[in-house]
């Protein structure tokens, strides 16, 4: 019998086989925070009948089903493959590094066909019993990493799914040893794509990655649940940096509407050789939208700039992780 609180909650997920369809979950996630609901459309009818002063209960019926909502969690050093994939849209198989334990992801930016997950959360009753909320079907529109001064690495998915199936059988959550990446493992790089040098003076930095999905596609025939939805916008790339005031480089940046290589940076503890824990994001493009330098008092000058990822004509941003996990 779990705790009837959020402490006997759980999140577990697999990647589906074919969209919208069960498979049991196999990884569970550490997560902070969600709010995976389902979504239905319904009509009522609106026969007139003589003297009937209320629409009848037998008439209204459900015409569509969806789910959606969000998924926030610390970015850890183990099991966030499945996640990275689904985001990223390329089929990775992680390659171990020399001759160790250690194996690196590279979740490089494609098209998101086929990629969707079985998220299952458990939520407990007062009395400890946990109830079932089975989304199937899901896919990631959005996602955005943090880290600042004192915090986490930090991730939340935006999440749409096809359906909610309350009928599944609770998977029992089992949990690796890990911990999450932070502030201490961070840093914040620019340059020419592949010799980026770290800058100074950064306390906080985020990337949001949107994904631009027909999610509406509900057809005849199919019960009132959706296709598979596909991509009908160019991915969005967005994010900022806050930073002291030390230099002028990237305030320069600003000012010449010049681009550059940006990466975001975590790396923990060795596994094994020259192989780090890892976590690092690589835009190989991007351009600085704000970048407002201004004095508002005695503190030190603490500028905010913003910035858009753009394509550099040859390399797409990616995504790479290096962990103990031999597979996603």
Do not use: W
């Not at 459309?41 to 629409?55: D, E, N, V, W």
């Not at 926030?72 to 020399?98: A, F, I, W």
């Amino acid at each position: 019998m779990a705790i009837g609180s959020g402490l006997g909650a759980q999140v577990g997920i697999a990647a589906e086989v074919s969209y919208g369809t069960f498979l049991a979950p196999t990884k569970f996630i550490e997560f902070t925070k969600e709010n995976l609901a389902l979504k239905k459309t319904t009509a009522q009818s609106a026969g007139i009948a003589a003297g009937r002063l209320l629409p009848l209960s037998s008439r209204r019926v459900v015409t569509q089903r969806e789910a959606s909502g969000s998924l926030e969690m610390e970015v850890t050093n183990k099991g966030m493959g499945v996640l990275l994939q689904t985001l990223m849209g390329t089929t990775v198989t992680p390659v171990q590094q020399g001759a160790g334990p250690a194996y690196l992801q590279t979740h490089t930016l494609a098209d998101i066909a086929g990629k969707s997950l079985v998220i299952q959360k458990g939520v407990p009753l007062t009395t400890g019993v946990v109830t079932d909320k089975t989304f199937l079907g899901c896919k990631i529109t959005s996602a955005e990493f943090s880290c600042g001064v004192g915090e986490m690495l930090t991730a939340s998915f935006e999440i749409d799914a096809k359906d909610c199936d309350e009928t599944q059988t609770m998977a029992t959550a089992s949990y690796p040893a890990m911990s999450p990446f932070n502030f201490s493992q961070m840093a914040v790089k620019t340059g020419t794509f592949g010799t980026e040098t770290a800058r100074d003076g950064i306390r906080k930095a985020s990337v949001k990655i949107e994904r631009g999905m027909a999610v509406d596609r509900f057809y005849a025939g199919a019960a009132g649940l959706k296709k598979e939805p596909i991509s009908n916008d160019q991915v969005k790339i967005t994010g900022s940096i806050e930073m002291d005031y030390v230099d002028t480089t990237l305030d320069d940046l600003h000012t010449s509407d010049g681009a550059t290589s940006l990466v975001l940076e975590f790396v923990g503890p060795l596994i094994a050789a020259t192989f780090f824990e890892t976590f690092r994001i690589t835009l190989p493009a991007v351009r600085f939208d704000d970048a407002p330098p201004v004095v508002e008092g005695f503190d030190v000058v603490k500028p905010t700039l913003s910035f858009t990822g753009l394509y550099d004509g040859t390399n797409q941003p990616k995504i790479e992780y290096i962990s103990t996990d031999i597979t996603l």
